[in-house]
């Protein structure tokens, strides 16, 4: 057995150093749970399970070096879809970062509907295809990831109509009265294309529900319990919450890394209360209401002043959409305004990174910090929330989640917020700063115990597991 993983970006991305290029694995939560689920699979049934990643580089190649870019990668189990520029630029920041992620995110006001970018959309799903039909081989599994490649599952049925497919989605499915703005030719091609697979996941029962929804009221497809019966195979529907690698976040890494950060960061706090904000900059993450929240927090509570520090971790996304480079400009100078206004000698209630943080660092943060302060305005599930929970070895510390994020639906003992209420971000900041320890170590031992339970590595078994017998089980529920 074979597991074909395709999705937008390859783990692995290239970068040129000194005229050279060289590829640097990343750290993902996906291909470290895939990977400790292939493991545990080799181990307890010794089947000799194998998988390739198919996916995008991260850097545009140039024709010449292709094939030696493609015999590097292949060492690495990964099998490169070379991009354009021009096609990059409008499939990635064009259709998919301008019309899906704005609309799925509840943004609708922010999508451009340009028909170029539409076009390109559908030729680079068929550059996918094409990735796929050249390493499959008979007996592999296909598992298609996230919203770049909706099309795909049902190109790829076309050619493939005995191979199970699954597709998974790791943003919102949105409502049909937001997915209905889409232009009908489009939303109508989207859901045929996902349902090609033969299991779509999603994060929360929310999603799979406005998804069936969706397909019903667009293309008059009913379904039993998750299951539509499509033109020619079963496709199930289901629920399938992302979990993290637990124990990666759990156990103290080796390497001397860690304790140097740990050190550092216990220097520069030196006795204040620490509120962790960690995210990619993105308009759905709520920075700028969390912004707000922390300072009328300081105007209401003015006994924090000088006991609280807010360490806020802003990581470079997407800077060639319009809306990310407005919403840097609008978080610098909101942080500008929060540190100039309350700062002393003494204090700079905020401390501002706008850079990607490697993990040992990111890790001695959650260990650091006493509150964790996750406001998006709408987030498919957010794994820092749960990677803050795990950290936390002692078990204090304090979760305040938005109720937009997938991850609320699992962390019901985090203080749930409504990141559009500025008085429910400073209230619960009051709250998580007086909390007791006792208290703290309650709620985070039941998230702990079921974060621990559902982990990355059980997440993509089940999603396996499940997709095997949705294959298998459509012979028995075809119509003749
Ligand atoms: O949340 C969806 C997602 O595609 C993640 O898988 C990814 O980490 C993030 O958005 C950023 O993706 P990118 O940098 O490829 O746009």
Not at 171 to 188: D, M
Not at 226 to 236: E, P, R, T, W
Not at 258 to 267: I, P, S, T, V
Not at 375 to 391: F, H, W
Request: hydrophobic letters at 40%.
């Amino acid at each position: 057995m074979r597991l074909l993983i395709v999705s937008n970006r390859l783990p692995l991305n290239g970068v040129q150093q000194n005229g050279k290029l060289i590829f640097e694995q990343s750290a993902g939560g996906l291909v470290s749970g895939l990977s400790a689920y292939l493991d545990s699979l080799k181990s307890t049934s010794a089947q000799d399970i194998e998988y390739i990643w198919i996916g995008w580089p991260g850097i545009t190649v140039p024709d010449k070096m292709q094939p030696e870019v493609k015999s590097v990668l292949s060492d690495l189990c990964a099998s490169p879809v070379f991009l354009s520029e021009e096609a990059m630029d409008k499939f990635y920041l064009g259709f998919c970062n301008k019309i899906i992620w704005p609309l799925f995110h509840y943004f609708p006001t922010y999508t451009v509907y340009d028909k170029d970018y539409w076009f390109q959309y559908q030729d680079v799903n068929k550059i996918f295809r094409d990735a796929v039909l050249e390493v499959i081989k008979p007996g592999d599994i296909i598992w298609v990831h996230d919203y770049h490649l909706m099309l795909l599952p049902s190109l790829l049925r076309e050619k493939l109509p005995h191979t199970p497919i699954g597709f998974f989605l790791h943003i919102p499915f949105p409502s049909y009265e937001l997915y209905r703005l889409l232009p009908a030719a489009w939303g109508n091609e989207i859901l045929r294309g996902l349902l090609g697979a033969n299991l779509i996941g999603f994060h929360t029962q929310e999603y799979a529900q406005y998804f069936l929804r969706s397909t019903l009221r667009i293309l008059g497809y009913e379904h039993k319990l998750g299951q539509i019966l499509s033109q020619d195979h079963a496709v199930k529907v289901d629920a399938f919450p992302m979990g993290i690698d637990y124990q990666r976040y759990h156990s103290i890494p080796s390497g001397s890394e860690f304790g140097h950060n740990l050190k550092e960061l216990e220097q520069l706090l030196h006795g204040f209360k620490a509120i962790l904000s960690v995210d990619r900059l993105d308009y759905s993450k709520g920075i700028s209401n969390r912004l707000q929240g922390y300072k009328l927090f300081l105007e209401t509570n003015p006994q924090w002043c000088e006991q609280v520090v807010l360490l806020m971790i802003v990581v470079p996304s997407r800077v060639g959409v319009e809306h990310y480079q407005q919403m840097k400009r609008q978080i610098d100078e909101l942080v500008g305004e929060i540190n100039g206004r309350f700062g002393t000698l003494n204090w700079t209630p905020i401390i501002y990174q706008y850079k990607h943080s490697p993990l040992d660092s990111l890790l001695a943060m959650y260990r650091q910090s006493d509150v964790a302060l996750i406001t998006p305005l709408r987030d498919g599930m957010n794994l820092i929330a749960k990677e803050y929970v795990a950290s936390r070895t002692d078990q204090t510390g304090v979760l305040i989640l938005s109720e937009m994020a997938g991850a609320a639906k699992e962390l019901g003992e985090a203080l749930i917020i409504n990141p559009n209420n500025l008085e429910a971000i400073a209230g619960a900041l009051q709250q998580a700063l007086a909390m007791p320890e006792t208290e703290q170590k309650k709620r985070n031992q039941v998230m702990q115990h079921r974060l621990k339970g559902y982990d990355v590595v059980r997440w993509s078994g089940d999603f396996i597991q499940e997709l095997l017998q949705v294959q298998k089980d459509q012979f028995f529920t075809l119509p003749l």
